[in-house]
């Protein structure tokens, strides 16, 4: 789960993180207001759950109240990189001496996280990655120790970081591992941590993302989820506990099963098709949970063909034709639909899918095939 800037900077200062002062406001007038409070020179930010805002025109720097109204009437209601921006943060601006990149993510083929530094701070750290790697350090952070003293101090060291902002440094490292940690975060960044023309450290950006699977340990993060600016395939998903991942192809795909929804992408691949989606409806699905799937998958304009194989199981077969049967009735989709049923009760949910209009399938291989023609033709 994504969460904006504001509310990762302010987890960051639970942690001892120094954050600019600051505000959200969701009209201009508050951001005058806020910007009033803080002294009239401030800086207007999209919050919106993308990074690049920067360079998108979403961040700007006001010289007074009057110029932070102005420019917040201009960010609110901009679109950046397909998402609407309904809110702006209010922050007392920052003379910049230089930049850091600081992060902590999960090095998947350590299994352990690991913080990336870098000075050349600002710019996104892929580029930085990409053109020049020698200018990240990294530390791996052992799960159970922590972050160290020792690597803070070789991490400062290695991006020469002037000695007089080793203590501060720590703390930030520290409390930025800790908030990590505690969160659950499979991201926590600071982008820039800048250096200040008083000669003190402060953390401008900040991002985290946290582990869908550890929600459920913080509620106060899960109040966080903002579902205005959530795609609302991923809303319906969410309520009606559905696995689901956009992808590019065309190919829909409705399976129950983890396994079986890779299997089938892996066929609709291997007989040259491209899925939409990975979409699991799970053991034991009802109609209104099949109904909800078929929703997603319809609302994604890529999709040219509906592929549903199910293993019946636990799932009963009738059901999921009920739930494909009733939302048809409602979408009323114009796509093709190949349909595969097998196992329990797969007769009678054959039957009931024998008067729609559907191409039915007796085995994976023959269900891929044909979609990817279907595919193909439309
Ligand atoms: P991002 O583009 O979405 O990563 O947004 P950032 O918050 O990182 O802002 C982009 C850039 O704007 C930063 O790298 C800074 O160079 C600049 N910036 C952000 N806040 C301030 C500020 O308070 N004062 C000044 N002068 N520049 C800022
Ligand atoms: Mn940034």
Known sequence: MKIHEYQSKRIFAKYGVPIPNGNVAITPKDARDIAKDLGGRVIIKSQVLVGGRGKAGGVKLANSPEEAEKYAAAILGMDIKGLTVRKVLIDEATNIKSEIYLGITNDRARRMPVM?????????????????????????IHPLLGLQGYQIRDIAASIELPRKHWKEFGVIASGLWQAYNE?????????????????????????????????????????????DVEAEAETIAREHDLSYIKLDGEIGCMVNGAGLAMTTMDIVKLFGGSPANFLDIGGGADAEKVGAAFRIILSDPNVKVVLINIFGGITRCDEVAKGVLEAIDEVKPDVPMVVRLVGTNAEEGRKMIAEADMITAETLADAAKKAVAASREA
């Open 183 to 227: 969160s659950d975060a499979t991201l926590a960044e600071i982008n820039p941590l800048v250096i200040t023309d008083e000669d003190t450290l402060l953390a401008v950006d900040g991002k985290m993302l946290i582990d869908d699977s550890a929600i459920f340990r913080h509620p106060d993060i899960a109040e966080m989820r903002d579902i």
């Open 116 to 140: 990336m530094v870098s000075a050349e701070g600002g710019v996104e750290i892929e580029e930085v990655a990409r053109k020049t790697p020698e200018k990240i350090i990294k530390a791996h």
